[in-house]
């Protein structure tokens, strides 16, 4: 199933329990489209939400809402039933908003292009963290729930680990040679995979988070720009050149190649909220579904049941505390239009959520 959606994408995200999906474009629309098996993909809404690009896309609220972010600095809360705007905050971060995570059911998580990492609760209706936790654009970012850790990577070839029982950054890695752009857990939380600018994929193991403890370069050179974890032994990678991958870890290796996109990088990932598609996006200005068993067929038939790795690394939740270090290293950094915070602002975004 293809959606042709006009204009460069720059994310998407599948509604929590319907047949829904949301995609942000380069011009500042918001779509919304439904889509079923053997029919066309309906359009629902189309809404000019940002004066400029919609780079960040994440249903909220039980799928009520539509939250956006954007280089303008601003994130929008959309009701996703009349398409009305339900709150604007102008002055979300101080610079450009690259991403939203969700967190919990009233959490979420925003990143920018200087490094900043906010999180907005939103039955306190305000920003109740915020970390400077890079030096660079916040590429991508996931929630460890059982510790409440969030961790981020950067363009500044830094993992960071931010704790939010303590409001800190609890632990920043060693800078690596890539720009780390794509980050999952797996293994039940005790590693910490990334994916780079390079094509490697580092695998860190969870409480040593200040170098990794392998890399697995058989993607390379291709930039792996997107992981979506499939199980805790799988994870599907989203690459430059295309291509989308089922990849074992450890043991490590490409079981197979499953699609390809086009021939332009893969930037998203996404599982409908029944796993029936797997949802991709690229320079192509196409939103693809593809369905998942299908893909997989013969890739579960033909994984090996190899025996299980013992991991010579400790798994203690927190054995890095140190500090985080700033570093000089200067890697590619995306345009920012750079706004001014407002606490004010910050504090009432949610009210009507």
Request: glycine content about 6%; overall charge negative.
């Amino acid at each position: 199933m293809e959606i042709n959606l006009g204009k460069l994408p720059f994310d998407f995200d599948f509604h929590p329990t319907s047949p829904l999906v949301s995609a942000g474009l380069i011009n500042g629309e918001l779509l919304l489209y439904r889509y079923a098996t053997d029919l066309q993909p309906q359009r629902l809404l189309e809404i000019r939400a940002h004066s400029e690009s919609c780079r960040a896309v994440r249903f909220v609220d039980g799928g009520r809402a539509i939250l956006t972010g954007s280089p303008d600095c601003s994130i929008l809360a959309t009701d996703v039933e009349t398409g009305s705007t339900i709150a604007r905050l102008e002055d979300a971060h101080g610079a450009a908003v690259n991403r939203l995570v969700n967190l919990t059911e009233t959490t979420i998580a925003s990143g920018d292009d200087e490094g900043c990492i906010k999180v907005w609760d939103t039955r306190q209706r305000c920003c109740c963290h915020s970390f400077d936790a890079h030096e660079e654009y916040i590429s991508d970012m996931t929630f460890a729930s059982d510790s409440m850790k969030l961790l981020g990577t950067s363009g500044d070839g830094t993992l960071s680990v931010c704790n939010l029982r303590r409001n800190k950054v609890q632990i920043r890695s060693e800078f690596s040679e890539d720009e780390l752009l794509s980050v999952v857990l797996m293994k039940n939380g005790r590693k910490v995979i990334c994916g780079t600018q390079t094509g490697s994929l580092l695998l860190y193991s969870w409480g040593h988070f200040k170098d990794c403890s392998d890399r697995f370069i058989n993607l390379c050179p291709n930039s792996v720009d997107a992981l979506l974890k499939l199980d805790e032994d799988r994870v599907i990678t989203g690459s430059e050149n295309g291509l989308i991958s089922l990849v074992g870890i450890l043991p490590n290796k490409i079981i197979q190649p499953v699609a390809e996109h086009s021939e332009f990088p893969v930037e998203r990932l996404a599982f409908s909220c029944d796993r029936q598609f797997l949802g991709s996006i690229s320079h192509d200005q196409m939103l693809k579904l593809w369905d998942l068993n299908e893909l997989l067929e013969g890739g579960t038939n033909n994984l090996e049941r190899e025996a299980s790795v013992s991991d010579s690394d400790s798994d203690e939740m927190d054995m890095d505390v140190e500090s985080p270090k700033k570093s000089s290293k200067g890697t590619k950094k995306k345009v920012a239009k750079k706004r001014h915070d407002s606490n004010n602002a910050s504090s009432s975004f949610f009210v009507d959520l």
